[in-house]
């Protein structure tokens, strides 16, 4: 791997709710280059408190991919 990068933080509230699948596994700009970490931060335990609502490192090979169940009541951040 030759680059270090800081993370990338992304705020999601969905409208209804849903299922996403987050991946990094099909980006071909990453593949030798980048060892990627997905998880998301939620507000599962009430406002202002942030918990681990999914993680995965690696899923395929250095890259990752993630499925969170959103809820319209959990506020999220997805860092990568």
Known sequence: MSHVMQDVAYFFQ???????????????????????????????TGPGLMEVVGCNDDACSYLS????????????ILVI
């Open 14 to 44: 969905p409208q209804e709710d849903c299922t996403v699948t987050i991946a990094t596994c099909n980006s071909a700009q990453f593949v030798d280059d980048f060892d990627t970490v997905l998880y998301v931060l939620g507000n599962a």
């Open 65 to 76: 991919q993630l499925q969170v169940v959103y809820l319209t009541t959990l506020v999220c």
